[in-house]
């Protein structure tokens, strides 16, 4: 178990701290700990569990430590081709929001909720 230290955040106040790596994530958890734990809309949280797992199916990453350069780029196309770009800017956000999420809350590669 890797522990980063506190991490301000901007209004000065110490982050909670991580209790794994970020590189041990596992995507699916990710967005699962989303859908389950954030004060969202169920709407908007399922939304960004689908986008994590579409970022996980398109890349053929389990964690976000596979998550590569190239991976990402290869994502990004491919979403860019799919949709239209106001979509594509929308999912990109929703990936954002998730890892956010979890960085805020501190995380806990056991807990799944």
């Known amino acids: 178990m ?4 506190n991490v301000p955040t901007r209004r000065g106040r110490p982050t909670k701290p991580y209790r794994t790596s970020w ?7 990710l967005g699962d700990n989303y859908y389950n734990k954030s004060a969202s809309k169920q709407n908007t949280r399922g939304h960004v569990r689908s986008a994590i797992k579409r970022l996980a199916h398109i890349t053929q990453a389990q964690t976000l430590a596979e998550l590569t350069t190239p991976l990402l780029i290869k994502f990004r196309d491919e979403i ?3 949709i239209e770009p106001t979509g594509a800017t ?7 929001s998730a890892l956010a999420f ?6 806990d590669g056991g807990h799944t909720a």
């Open 2 to 5: 890797t522990s980063l230290p």
């Open 80 to 82: 860019i081709n799919q």
């Open 23 to 29: 590189g041990e994530i596992n995507l699916n958890d």
């Open 102 to 107: 979890a960085r805020k809350e501190g995380w």
């Open 90 to 96: 929308a999912l990109f956000g929703k990936v954002k």
